[in-house]
């Protein structure tokens, strides 16, 4: 397998223990980013707003947008003695955090995410691909070992795509005042976000899922791996082979056209002093040939099933 440059990297990289997981690698090669909302700027921005922040609900009724009053409606109302301020009750509108603090359900259990303190994000999910397509192949290899890890929040913030803030700048008050939530009577974040939201990927979690709550170690025979130019023991008993191989095509196709050599250079020896010279040259590769020959009968035994152990010896400490 031909690796680039980057891939003979994360390999080196995985060997010295600066790589195990799918966050390691993103954050070595700095493949990520850190989404943090500003929480204090959109708290100013829910302050100023001019949305009423206090309503009113007559006790007997339930608590939705056709049965609440404004504060400024509540005491016009009450001075005119349209209302009995006893039967009503006063509520404050705070701020939620609805999309600044996300809680996603993986795998049956809950987990919280907060872009207000910071989450790690892949730039690019091809990048994660990337990394796992290599982790197979080195497993398949025996080059690195699986070790199971606890799944945590900031792994599944790594499947976070960026979605467009879909929220309208441009609505009435009145429209605005329904968007409240008149159970607890809050106000989503998302009117102040200047940003772009961020959904999770379930089917980028899917597709990942057998590599979220596991590491890689690397095993004895990484170091050797490296140590061969990234080539396999598989791949590098192959690649002598095919040497041979090409080699002893070679050699038969030059023993062939030697005694032609020969017979011609013969005929002009009486000619000319080239054809001398090259009379020496051809008996010169003749016994350079032979040596060849030899040498391949060697290396051939030595690559014979019966002289070729299927595993090297590894002794590289760690």
């Known amino acids: 397998m031909k690796f680039t440059k980057h891939q003979k990297e994360t390999i080196l990289r995985i060997y010295k223990g600066d790589i195990y997981d799918i966050t390691s690698y993103l954050k070595y090669f700095n493949l990520g980013e850190l989404v943090k909302f500003d929480k204090e700027e959109i708290i100013n921005n829910f302050n100023s707003d001019d949305i009423p922040k206090r309503y009113y609900c007559r ?37 939620s955090y609805n999309t600044g603090i996300k809680r996603e359900l993986w795998n049956g259990v809950e987990y919280s995410l907060d872009f207000y303190s910071g989450v790690y994000i892949a730039n690019c999910f091809d990048d994660i691909l990337e990394f796992l397509t290599l982790w197979q192949f080195l497993i398949s290899e025996m080059l690195i070992l699986e070790i199971p890890y606890t799944f945590s929040a900031e792994t599944l913030g790594l499947f976070y795509i960026k979605t467009p803030n879909r929220t309208s700048k441009n609505l009435t008050l009145d429209e605005r005042i329904k968007q409240i939530n008149f159970e607890d009577f809050t106000y989503d974040d998302k009117y102040y976000l200047n940003t772009e ?11 990942c899922k057998e590599y979220m709550n596991k590491r ?30 090409y080699l002893t095509i070679l050699v038969s196709i030059a023993l062939t056209i030697i005694p032609h050599f020969q017979q011609k250079n013969n005929l002009s020896l009486k000619d000319t002093k080239l054809s001398l010279e090259t009379i020496e040259f051809t008996e010169d590769l003749s016994k350079k040939l032979d040596i060849i020959i030899n040498k391949l009968d060697t ?10 152990h299927t595993e090297p010896r590894n002794d590289t400490q760690y």
């Open 197 to 207: 939201n961020y959904t999770l990927s379930q089917e980028h979690c899917l597709m």
């Open 216 to 245: 890689i170690y690397p095993s004895k025979k990484l170091g050797l791996f490296i140590k061969k130019r990234y080539t396999t023991y598989g791949e590098s008993a192959q690649n002598k082979t095919l040497f041979v191989a």
């Open 59 to 95: 006790n007997s009724l339930i608590r939705k947008y056709s049965n609440i009053i404004t504060e400024n409606d509540y005491f016009t109302k009450s001075q005119n003695g349209e209302i009995n301020s006893d039967n009503y009750s006063a509520y404050s509108l705070n701020l």
């Open 299 to 308: 290396l051939t035994k030595k690559l014979s099933p019966e002289n070729t």
